[in-house]
């Protein structure tokens, strides 16, 4: 039940914010600590940044300014569950899934 739960909630988060439908090009992508960090502009000013952590230890990383998360690990959904600002730790073989106030409803 709670896959499914989860499955449903990323099914959710894709539908409510449009950076993760329309073809907007990633920006960058950079690997740090063995992570893959993808990084969305939509050119209005929305963000989006997806954190894909395959080690089987915890990375620390860094987010300038504000961010929602919308995405992790354990849940995931339309609507923000934690703000974030500065440093975090990502959890081993996990995922985070950020975006910024601009695309927040």
């Known amino acids: 039940y709670a896959t499914m739960q989860y499955y449903k909630g990323l099914m959710e988060m894709r539908k409510a914010y449009s950076i993760f439908t329309s073809n907007v090009a990633i920006e960058s992508t950079e690997l740090t600590g063995g992570?893959?960090?993808l990084r969305m502009q939509d050119g209005n000013g929305g963000?989006?940044?997806?954190?894909?952590?395959?080690?089987?230890?915890d990375i620390p990383y860094a987010l300038t300014g504000e961010w929602n998360l919308i995405a992790n690990a354990?849940?995931?959904?339309?609507?923000?569950?934690?703000?974030?600002?500065?440093?975090?730790?990502v959890e081993s073989l996990g995922?985070?899934?950020?975006?910024?106030?601009?695309?927040v409803k």
Do not use: C, W
């Open 35 to 37: 992570a893959v960090v």
């Open 47 to 57: 963000e989006a940044v997806v954190i894909i952590n395959p080690n089987r230890t």
């Open 74 to 89: 354990e849940k995931a959904g339309s609507e923000p569950f934690a703000h974030v600002s500065g440093n975090f730790t």
């Open 95 to 103: 995922i985070h899934v950020y975006v910024n106030d601009a695309l």
